[in-house]
């Protein structure tokens, strides 16, 4: 169980143009997803927490209005990056919150790697 | 905000030997301490984690220990094989009651090499 997934798992874009990163929460549901950013050979960075049904809560350093973020329902957050430029190429990754066997812990999706040009 | 210090950068042992990595963390209100694995484009893995009303945690070949007076805690893999070869990430978080928790703040990762 907690299985967490993302589409694109890679995507190429020309700079300028916008780019949307799916995840979905396949055999549970999440009120509360977490989208991270990940440069090579660097650690993951929190960029936002989202949350079902209201704003998204974003980190200190992280612009709103560039990276756009829709929780639309229980299983689905939306992560777009918009007016992409080559600095925003990085590995974005969506994790999702699930309790099991009386824990609540963080799932982690496959990851997205994104290519701007 | 939460700061997560993580040393060593890159960790190297033969076979067999035992592995330590040491994490700090700054935020006296984090209480969640998982630890992941990650292999070179893929998604982190959680191995063991721990919650600061416990000191130490063991599966298997993984321990992890928390000293909640120093705010540092720390990996141990006992009798490494190859398949560890990996890059191992801390991370701390607030967990309220309820269960629910913050986003994770990482350290910056060990890259761990296991020499045959």
């Known amino acids: 169980g907690a299985v967490v997934s993302q589409h694109p798992s890679w995507v190429i874009c020309k700079s300028g143009t916008s780019v949307k990163i799916e995840c979905r929460s396949l055999d549970f549901q999440a009120t509360t997803m977490f989208w991270y950013r990940q440069f090579p050979k660097q650690s993951l960075m929190l960029m936002a927490t989202s949350n079902e049904g209201s704003k998204a809560t974003y980190e200190q350093g992280v612009e709103k209005d560039k990276f756009l973020i829709n929780h639309a329902s229980l299983t689905l957050s939306t992560l777009t990056v918009t007016s992409a430029h080559p600095e925003d190429s990085s590995f974005y990754i969506c994790?999702?919150?699930?309790?099991?066997?009386?824990?609540?812990?963080?799932?982690f999706g496959p990851g997205t790697r994104l290519t701007v040009t | 905000g939460e700061n997560v210090e993580q040393h060593p950068s890159t960790l190297s042992v033969q076979e067999g030997d035992s592995a330590v990595i040491k994490c700090t963390y700054s935020d006296s209100a984090s209480n969640y301490f998982p630890w992941y694995k990650q292999e070179l484009g893929k998604r982190p893995q959680l191995i063991i984690d721990i919650r600061s009303n416990v000191g130490e945690k063991k599966d298997q070949r993984i321990a992890v220990t928390l000293n909640k007076t120093a705010k540092h805690f720390s990996l141990h893999i006992t009798e490494t094989q190859p398949e560890d070869s990996a890059v191992y990430f801390c991370?701390?978080?607030?967990?309220?009651?309820?269960?629910?928790?913050?986003?994770?703040?990482f350290g910056k990762g060990t890259h761990l090499i296991i020499q045959p």
């Open positions: 994790s999702a919150r699930a309790r099991l066997a009386g824990a609540y812990e963080q799932y």
């Open positions: 991370a701390a978080s607030i967990r309220n009651s309820g269960g629910g928790a913050d986003g994770l703040t």
